[in-house]
């Protein structure tokens, strides 16, 4: 089953506010990634994480991988109307086999001027 | 650049009826995968393939059969529809294992 709990389910902002969203695991992950999926639209991915403790930036998006390896975050500065959409953690699990890449259940993010 | 591109993008069915959905693939990857996206659920891997002529099962392959005749191509077949299996079914490909991921735009599948 899915291991992966993502928070929160759902987040109302207004333009111009931070977002903040988080990923937890049941173990460990060697790999986290994020993605944005527009609506309509098959996801895209935003950052991808390799190393315990790395900080990584894509412009007005910014993804911690947890030194514990065990949970990741992802934070939206000054928030824009097309930053609308469900933006989904991934990652394979250090003990699974290959291919099942897991993601979480995504957090739906909705923009008001 | 198309990058992955799936047909059809909506479809209903009857119980019953079969259907094949088709994904192409122009980055030339090793990797393809096909998911279904059910609310509240993410995205759950039905069937993948670490490339030309080779298949493996993924989480939800129940149902669902899959063919990789040709690298750039990755079908996936329902042979009798069910109910349960109306979702969005998205189809992706990648150039190393689990990692960065191209999705197409999905296919929208109703089963009444």
């Known amino acids: 089953g899915q291991q992966l709990n993502q928070s929160p389910q759902s987040m109302f902002i207004q333009e111009g506010e931070d977002v903040s969203m988080n990923c937890t695991s049941s173990?460990?992950?060697?790999?986290w990634l994020w993605y944005k999926q527009d609506p309509g639209e098959g996801p895209v991915l935003l950052i991808a994480l390799y190393k315990a403790g790395e900080l990584t930036s894509n412009g007005r998006l910014t993804a911690q991988f947890g030194i514990t390896r065990k949970d990741s975050f992802l934070n939206i500065s000054a928030s824009i109307p097309s930053d609308v959409g469900i933006y989904f953690c991934?990652?394979?699990?250090?003990?699974?086999?290959?291919?099942?890449?897991?993601f979480g259940a995504g957090t739906q993010v909705v923009v008001t001027p | 650049n198309a990058g992955v591109t799936q047909t059809p993008k909506f479809r209903v069915l009857k119980t019953g009826q079969s259907m094949t959905l088709l994904c192409a693939q122009d980055m030339n990857h090793e990797y393809m995968y096909w998911y279904r996206q059910d609310p509240g659920m993410g995205l759950r891997l039905i069937h993948y393939?670490?490339?030309?002529?080779?298949?493996a099962k993924g989480e939800v392959p129940d149902g669902y059969n899959v063919s990789r005749l040709k690298k750039q191509n990755f079908l996936l077949g329902l042979e009798s529809a069910a109910p349960s299996q109306t979702s969005v079914y998205f189809c992706a490909s990648s150039y190393r294992p689990n990692e960065k991921l191209f999705f197409g735009s999905g296919t929208q599948l109703s089963v009444l």
């Open positions: 393939s670490v490339g030309e002529g080779t298949t």
């Open positions: 173990s460990i992950f060697n790999t």
């Open positions: 991934a990652g394979p699990g250090a003990t699974d086999s290959w291919g099942k890449l897991q």
